[in-house]
């Protein structure tokens, strides 16, 4: 039986795919795609469109964007059970994901679910380029120098979480901020610290936009 090749397309750019992503996506018989709702493409699929073989299925994975929990296992699992369908068939399927998959992957969940019952399946992932170093490079700012920590926050709006983060020292990476942006903004500012932050939107994609003064972000909603 073949693997699952869980692969990283990286944040948004195709040049920035690494060599291994593409040629696994050439040779797939199957692109398996996360999406969080039928009607809606999916980036990563936008992002490897020029390397998907014309004879290969697209198998699109409905995975929403929920805090649901019970509703996020059951869909772990039918698509867990939709790509073993495949791979029993002699299937090579490639599992798309942007940036990295190690990093907050959706695809962790699956090759989780997919382990758990179907022990013998065997998952092997290609890396790729993380959000924030793009967007560091998108800067033209180094995320860490000598031995400057660097903390990610994924939910910022959590104070706690932030004030700790800030606490340690270097740089702090506060991501998926677009439902907490002003509650960031408001946190920085009484912490004198709005004027050492940037705000990437897009980074690497169409409609990229840089903000370098978080105060032009006041009353405006930005995409996750």
């Known amino acids: 039986m073949k693997p699952l090749w869980i ?18 996506i050439k040779a797939c ?13 999916s980036l990563a699929e936008r992002v490897a469109e020029t390397f998907i073989p014309k004879t290969a299925e697209r ?9 649901d929990v019970t509703l996020l296992e059951t869909r772990w699992k039918e698509a ?3 790509v073993w369908q495949r791979m029993q068939a002699g299937k090579q399927v490639a599992l798309l994901v ?18 758990a019952s179907h022990p013998e399946a065997v998952v092997e992932v290609t890396p790729g380029v993380i959000s924030p170093t793009a967007c560091a ?16 926050v994924p939910d910022s709006e959590l104070p706690d979480q932030m004030d700790k983060a800030i606490a340690m020292g270097g740089t702090v990476i506060l991501m998926k901020i ?3 942006l002003q509650h960031v903004i408001r946190h920085l500012e009484e912490r004198d610290l709005l004027q050492h932050a940037r705000v990437v939107i897009r980074g690497g994609q169409p409609g990229e936009r840089i903000v370098t003064d978080l105060r ?5 909603n930005i995409p996750y």
Do not use: C
Not at 138 to 150: D, F, Y
Not at 216 to 220: P, Q, T, V
């Open 137 to 152: 490079a998108r800067l033209g700012l180094p995320l860490a120098t000598g031995n400057q920590n660097v903390t990610i």
């Open 178 to 180: 677009s439902r907490s």
């Open 98 to 115: 942007l940036g990295d998959a190690s990093l907050f992957g959706t695809s962790a969940y699956i090759a989780g679910e997919l382990k």
């Open 7 to 24: 692969v990283s397309v990286g944040p948004g750019r195709p040049e920035w795919m690494t060599l291994e992503a593409v040629e696994r």
């Open 80 to 82: 867990a059970e939709a």
């Open 59 to 67: 198998l699109y994975l409905e995975l929403p964007m929920s805090y």
């Open 216 to 220: 032009e972000l006041r009353g405006e």
């Open 29 to 41: 018989d199957v692109v398996a795609v996360p999406q969080p709702r039928a009607e809606e493409h």
